[in-house]
């Protein structure tokens, strides 16, 4: 029986998601033991109600426990979800917003680069770093499932903390822009074949193909037409901007993407945020909905009189879980470490290349030479991404000043004077949250 530790459980709607795929896997379902793990006593109650309805109304026997005790949670699990924020959304999230924006740098999602990405991976990274001590010591044959942004900082820090941990980090970037592009096509998903590499939130899909009997057709030149001719949808101007201009079209969202490069978002430049309908403070805007939304969401979760409906989503979990454990093969997008699968990216980093899940493990596929455009690009996120890493595992102030300075958007914006200004002015906001640097 499969041990299942979802640390982070009180992301109750994520936890739902994910647990309903582990629960509709007709394998897995027969035989899995949930232990959910939350600081939170309330959302960590819902969460264990809510498992248990889905447990309930598939007529399953599946065991569910809850514990604020993550050691408890922790002891003997086969897998390990990490789903938590480290701060939440009061006062991390409204910090790493409203300090930037005094100096006149705006943010739409701010958890991944710039400045608010720097700030959560300084947060959270010594979070782990204690989870990974108990893992070592309660569960180290577990594997790692990582849902937690900034992906690639985290995913590099675990390597260097616990380099012989089975893990890889999770996104659903990749497998939900194409289900985006085959709309947008008017084609099924279920037709299209695609190969995806780079790191998280900054890869590209290298083909993008239909698949028509033995031929593949390349939908590129679709593709490019419709940005060619204007036609974009609304809510994703900016990619297909960056498709014109590179040839490849990115995985991450247009909001998200916006903020990963200095092109975009200028505080002198309100005609672009038109032009590119990019959402400002897109983040703050979803989690007051969530939390204004969150009672009566939670009266209706908990509501034995209600159906609970349990869907299958396209999360990669469920199928890692299955492929690991009964041998049903999947290939996933999935961050590991660059062990020679992208060879004109440095090593010590974490790309996101395709991987083949069965019962001999994880198997990362190599992927060669990125487009050396393409690559360039990344290594303007990379950099930041290296030095806020070496920040938080050496101690060292300097390198947040220096992530700061190199990271693709406060430097287009900033002085040297107002990052340094900036960086303190965001560290003493976050003093009880991050660790003591020198």
Same mark, same amino acid.
């Given at each position: 029986?499969?041990?299942?530790? @979802?640390? $982070? %459980?009180?992301?109750?709607? &994520?936890?739902?998601?994910?647990? /309903?795929?582990?629960?509709? *896997?007709?394998?897995?379902?027969?035989?899995?033991?949930?232990?959910?793990?939350?600081?939170?006593?309330?959302?960590?109650?819902?969460?264990?109600?809510?498992?248990?309805?889905?447990?309930?109304?598939?007529?399953?026997?599946?065991?569910?426990?809850?514990?604020?005790?993550?050691?408890?949670? @922790?002891? $003997? %699990?086969?897998?390990?979800? &990490?789903?938590?924020?480290?701060? /939440?959304?009061?006062?991390? *999230?409204?910090?790493?917003?409203?300090?930037?924006?005094?100096?006149?740098?705006?943010?739409?999602?701010?958890?991944?680069?710039?400045v608010g990405g720097i700030m959560r991976a300084l947060r959270t990274i010594p979070v782990i770093k204690e989870i990974l001590r108990d893992m070592n010591e309660l569960c180290p044959q577990a594997t790692l499932l990582n849902y937690v942004n900034p992906m690639v900082m985290l995913c590099m820090a675990i390597n260097k903390i616990s380099p012989e941990m089975k893990m890889v980090g999770l996104c659903h970037s990749v497998q939900g822009t194409a289900e985006e592009l085959a709309k947008d096509l008017n084609e099924n998903i279920s037709d299209i074949d695609y190969?995806?590499?780079?790191?998280?939130?900054?890869?590209?899909?290298?083909?993008?193909?239909?698949?028509?009997?033995?031929?593949?057709?390349?939908?590129?030149?679709?593709?490019?037409?419709?940005?060619?001719?204007?036609?974009?949808?609304?809510?994703?101007?900016?990619?297909?901007?960056?498709?014109?201009?590179?040839?490849?079209?990115?995985?991450?969202?247009?909001?998200?993407?916006?903020?990963?490069?200095?092109?975009?978002?200028?505080?002198?430049?309100?005609d672009l945020i038109n032009e590119y309908n990019i959402p400002l403070d897109e983040y703050i805007s979803r989690c007051e909905k969530q939390i204004s939304d969150w009672d009566e969401q939670k009266a209706i979760l908990e509501d034995r009189s209600q159906t609970i409906e349990v869907c299958q989503s396209h999360e990669y979990a469920a199928a890692i879980i299955n492929g690991l454990e009964n041998g049903i093969e999947v290939t996933i997008n999935g961050n590991v470490a660059n062990d020679n699968l992208i060879d004109n990216l440095p090593g010590n980093i974490c790309v996101?290349?395709?991987?083949?899940?069965?019962?001999?493990?994880?198997?990362?596929?190599?992927?060669?030479?990125?487009?050396?455009?393409?690559?360039?690009?990344?290594?303007?996120?990379?950099?930041?991404?290296?030095?806020?890493?070496?920040?938080?595992?050496?101690?060292?102030?300097?390198?947040?000043?220096?992530?700061?300075?190199?990271?693709?958007?406060?430097?287009?914006?900033?002085?040297?004077?107002?990052i340094w200004s900036l960086v303190d002015d965001l560290l003493e906001a976050h003093a009880g949250m991050i660790p003591k640097l020198s």
């Open positions: 029986m499969p041990k299942i530790a @979802l640390i $982070g %459980a009180g992301s109750t709607v &994520f936890a739902k998601r994910l647990i /309903g795929d582990i629960l509709l *896997t007709s394998d897995l379902a027969k035989d899995v033991h949930f232990a959910l793990h939350d600081i939170d006593t309330e959302r960590l109650r819902t969460s264990e109600i809510v498992t248990s309805r889905i447990v309930e109304k598939l007529g399953l026997k599946t065991h569910v426990f809850a514990s604020k005790d993550r050691r408890e949670i @922790l002891k $003997g %699990a086969d897998y390990v979800i &990490f789903m938590m924020q480290v701060g /939440g959304y009061k006062p991390s *999230t409204i910090i790493d917003f409203e300090i930037p924006k005094k100096y006149g740098l705006r943010q739409t999602i701010a958890d991944t680069l710039g190969f995806c590499a780079g790191i998280n939130h900054m890869s590209f899909y290298l083909r993008f193909e239909k698949k028509c009997n033995d031929k593949k057709e390349n939908l590129y030149p679709r593709l490019r037409e419709i940005a060619e001719k204007g036609n974009a949808p609304e809510d994703n101007r900016v990619r297909y901007e960056m498709l014109k201009r590179l040839g490849y079209f990115v995985t991450e969202s247009s909001e998200h993407f916006a903020e990963y490069t200095p092109w975009f978002i200028k505080r002198d430049r309100p996101e290349v395709p991987c083949i899940i069965n019962t001999s493990g994880i198997q990362p596929v190599k992927v060669g030479r990125l487009p050396p455009h393409l690559a360039a690009l990344m290594m303007t996120n990379i950099n930041v991404q290296q030095l806020t890493v070496e920040a938080v595992l050496t101690r060292k102030k300097e390198h947040v000043y220096h992530a700061a300075m190199l990271d693709p958007h406060t430097a287009a914006e900033l002085s040297l004077d107002d």
